[in-house]
């Protein structure tokens, strides 16, 4: 889902097509044959992995090469010849994969000429459709992988590797377990795909209207009430929805407008939605999908990935919570009128169980079931609530919308499947994944501050080009092994947890801020103001992974003293913080009151029980020194 609804927002329009006739119906069938096939594989039946992981790919790439211009002056209504070429070597190469695929693994290595003909034209299949989907990065970024693994003898010598020809490079990318049919696709085909066709059911049955109704009831009449909704509203919604870019489109389309007719600057009011629905990725139960990536790449229990992430998502909620609240109170902004506010009460009793779907997803997941189990009942659940109002009712026809919609909304991120499978397979190949730890170790030494905010840029410049899921699990594989060191000493299940937080800076960081732009292109900011303010907002996408790095908040070691203790100082340094990076507390701070509210956050955030009492009682200073003043 990541990127998909950007495309009607930041000038990316231009990519896809706008389908008529026989090529409009030959894509809405193929999309409802694709989302039926894999909401009734997690519901009913079962399939091999052969059609599990062939299918999904297939499918994928075949809708996009119907969706998605070769270029901008192909025709829009119907699919190129360009396209159709793409489309039938699409379906050859997958379609052998799947159908030889017990052949393939009993050679177990011995491939033959017409193996490699069909593992070249699916590589090449693969750059294409993650060039029309998420743009040129990720391609070039495989094809240097590539280039690095064919020449790597005549590389330097800190990341040499023996060099391999081009035909094993082509046999490891498609036909070993590290490629193309790799975790990406299984991830994808497995969990993501079904909570993006979840999404699209909710957005289709009036659930997502009582996303925003009950946090206007709930928020509304407070100082900055419109920004506040736009916070809760994200965390609602984003916490099923899957894609930070999404949850901004969707959610911003009600709270951007309303936060700019309060009051708020248009750039500030884009920056606050796109800030906020970062935050729908750590939120369980879905996490943007990151709890089951976590799961799978740790081995861990699902249900203990997202019982720890739940105070750090909080944490972050309340971080952008306060900095509106301060910057609301610094421009005087005012609550939203009562005459626009639902009553909790009203709502409650009139739409009580449009939270049946959200409950059914926690509980099943929380009761053991696999996530696609989970995500098939909760859209049963969506059917059957969207019965209880006649207009909200998903009759027939509005399925079908709902199955083409969610097959659309898959089409970004599963475009990028084959070429992060690339890069995955390629560093596998050259080893490259026991290299790169050394060379930042070389520089980090035994420093965990200094290796994550080395981690944090690299993530940054490869989010640059990459969707968020593709930059944590290609990061996740360079880095893992560099914090997991003797030398670090953090846990595994933290080290992925820094690695996916800090992943999601490329959403809300200047130059490319997919996230903030399309809030931008809601309100009608500046893109570039609106980038530079979602940093402001979202300044605790940086600290968290010092925080998981250095204390016990995720609570995997130490005592329940120390849990506690951790936790404490994280909220009280959070709110600290808050009031430094907006300027503001009790009134406009001063730049010696900044100072020393800035030494107070750091303080309280080191997690020793002296320096929290020296930090709260630098903060009791600064309000005893605005308090008078203002007396």
Known sequence: MEQTETKEVTGFTKQRSELHGISKWIFEISAVLFVGFYIYSAGIGTSSEQYHLGLYLLFTFVLIGILYKFRQSSPSSRPSIVDIVLIVLSITSIGYWIIDYPNIADRAGAFT????????????????????????????????????????????????????????????????????????????????????????????????????????????????????????????????????????????????????RTGFRPHIAGAVEASASVGGQFLPPVMGAGAFLIAERTGAPYS??????????????????????????????????????????????????????????????????????????????????????????????????????????????????????????????????SKFPDLVLSVAGSNRAIAVLLLAAASLVLGMGIPVTAAYLITSQLAVPILTSPEMGISVIASHLIIFWLSQDSNITPPVALGAYAGAAIARADPWKTGWACIKFAKLLYIMPLLFAYTHILFMDGTPIQYVTSVVSAFTGTIIFATVAMGSFMRKTRWYESILLGVAALLTYMNNIWLFVIGVVLLSVVYIMQTRMES
């Open 113 to 260: 000429q017409l193996d490699v003909v069909m593992g070249a034209i699916g590589l090449i299949v693969s750059f294409e459709m993650s060039r029309r989907t998420v743009g040129w990065g990720l391609s070039i970024i495989a094809a240097v992988g590539i280039l690095y693994a064919f020449f790597g003898r005549s590389m330097p010598e800190a990341i040499q590797n023996p060099g391999f020809s081009l035909r094993r490079i082509i046999e490891h990318c498609f036909f070993n377990q590290d490629g193309i049919f790799g975790i990406m696709a299984n991830v994808m085909a497995t969990y993501v795909i079904l909570f993006i066709f979840f999404g699209a059911f909710l957005e289709k049955s009036g659930v997502g209207q009582f996303f925003i109704d009950l946090p206007m009831s709930l928020t509304g009449r407070s100082i900055g009430g419109a920004a506040k909704v736009s916070v809760v509203t994200s965390g609602f919604f984003g916490s099923v929805a899957g894609s930070a870019i999404a949850n901004t489109v969707t959610t911003g389309a009600f709270t951007i407008p309303l936060m700019k």
């Open 304 to 433: 203990k990935i997202a019982l720890i992430s739940i105070v750090p998502a909080i944490l972050y909620f309340m971080s952008v919570w306060l900095m509106v609240h301060f910057e609301a109170k610094k421009q005087g902004i005012e609550p939203l009128p009562h005459s626009e506010i639902p009553r909790l009460s009203v709502l409650l009793k009139t739409g009580w169980y449009y939270l049946l779907p959200l409950i059914c997803l926690i509980g099943a997941l929380m009761a053991g079931y696999s996530a696609y189990k989970a995500a098939f009942y909760s859209i049963l659940v969506t059917i059957v609530v969207s019965y209880f109002q006649p207009e909200t009712r998903l009759t027939p026809a509005r399925i079908w919308e709902a199955m083409v919609t969610g097959a659309k909304n898959s089409l970004a991120i599963g475009g990028a499947v084959g070429t992060i499978g690339i890069i995955i397979g390629v560093i596998n190949l050259t080893d490259l994944g």
